[in-house]
């Protein structure tokens, strides 16, 4: 959608998923996530100098919110969730059973030299079964070895549940901020990213995609989607 409209898209995979890779013994965990996205934004804005709309969905959501703290090139930040599992409950939510929150971090938090290496299914430890509202997508999406099939360490996922904010939402200035958050999204409900993205000093708007699952593919919803963002581009322009 963004590309039909003349604008440059940057899609990175990020280890494990999709097609990235990482050398044998690199590990991987939530800073070298936040780290790459930063170093990429560097790389791509020292080839031809444009500044940066980061856009993320579900997890990527507060992925982006970490990047744009940090680099001085983003100009807007899209966002379909925000996850901040600083807060006990949306870890609670996010995660497959309480078991996994607060047991299974616990026991990570205790014995990361033991643990940290360990790979898991993402599907065994997330809700990836309401990914989407489509039952045939979040087979596909729950069945791909590049998706939810593939294991992450154990590293990862702790470091991503021991999150927290570098600079908090109050105190957050780098650019404006759209929320365009599904409707109808068992996953991450709205009250939890509406917390975080209330909490926001800057210019800000928040539009809710009718109809719209985690993953957001439904109409109206969609096309909701699209002219919100599309909007938010021009006006940053």
């Given at each position: 959608?963004?590309?039909?409209?003349?604008?440059?898209v940057i899609s990175p995979d990020l280890p494990?998923?999709?097609?990235?890779?990482?050398?044998?013994?690199?590990?991987?965990?939530?800073?070298?996530?936040?780290?790459?996205?930063?170093?990429?934004?560097?790389?791509?804005?020292?080839?031809?100098?444009?500044?940066?709309?980061?856009?993320?969905?579900?997890?990527?959501?507060?992925?982006?919110?970490?990047?744009?703290?940090?680099?001085?090139?983003?100009?807007?930040?899209?966002?379909?969730?925000?996850?901040?599992?600083?807060?006990?409950?949306?870890?609670?939510?996010?995660?497959?059973?309480?078991?996994?929150s607060r047991v299974g971090k616990r026991m990570?938090?205790?014995?990361?030299?033991?643990?940290?290496?360990i790979r898991i299914s993402v599907k065994r430890?997330?809700?990836?079964?309401?990914?989407?509202?489509?039952?045939?997508?979040?087979?596909?999406?729950?069945?791909?070895?590049?998706?939810?099939?593939?294991?992450?360490?154990?590293?990862?996922?702790?470091?991503?549940?021991?999150?927290?904010?570098?600079?908090?939402?109050?105190?957050?200035?780098?650019?404006?901020?759209?929320?365009?958050?599904?409707?109808?999204?068992?996953?991450?409900?709205?009250?939890?990213?509406?917390?975080?993205?209330?909490?926001?000093?800057?210019?800000?708007?928040?539009?809710?995609?009718?109809?719209?699952?985690?993953?957001?593919?439904?109409?109206?919803?969609?096309?909701?989607?699209?002219?919100?963002?599309?909007?938010?581009?021009?006006?940053?322009?």
């Amino acid at each position: 959608m963004l590309q039909n409209n003349g604008y440059e898209v940057i899609s990175p995979d990020l280890p494990p998923y999709g097609l990235s890779y990482s050398l044998h013994g690199k590990r991987i965990n939530y800073e070298l996530w936040i780290t790459l996205l930063v170093d990429l934004m560097e790389r791509e804005y020292s080839k031809d100098g444009k500044p940066f709309v980061v856009l993320g969905s579900s997890i990527g959501g507060m992925l982006a919110y970490h990047a744009s703290v940090r680099n001085k090139h983003v100009k807007g930040l899209i966002a379909t969730t925000f996850v901040d599992t600083s807060d006990p409950d949306l870890r609670d939510q996010i995660t497959s059973n309480r078991l996994v929150s607060r047991v299974g971090k616990r026991m990570m938090d205790l014995l990361p030299g033991l643990l940290d290496p360990i790979r898991i299914s993402v599907k065994r430890v997330s809700r990836m079964e309401l990914i989407t509202n489509n039952k045939d997508l979040t087979r596909l999406i729950m069945n791909d070895p590049q998706a939810a099939g593939t294991s992450v360490p154990l590293e990862l996922l702790r470091t991503f549940l021991n999150k927290t904010l570098e600079v908090s939402p109050e105190q957050f200035s780098q650019c404006p901020v759209l929320l365009v958050h599904p409707e109808q999204d068992p996953m991450t409900p709205l009250h939890f990213s509406q917390s975080f993205f209330d909490r926001l000093a800057v210019e800000k708007e928040c539009v809710i995609l009718e109809g719209a699952g985690h993953f957001p593919i439904e109409q109206p919803g969609l096309k909701q989607l699209e002219e919100a963002v599309l909007r938010f581009l021009q006006k940053i322009q």
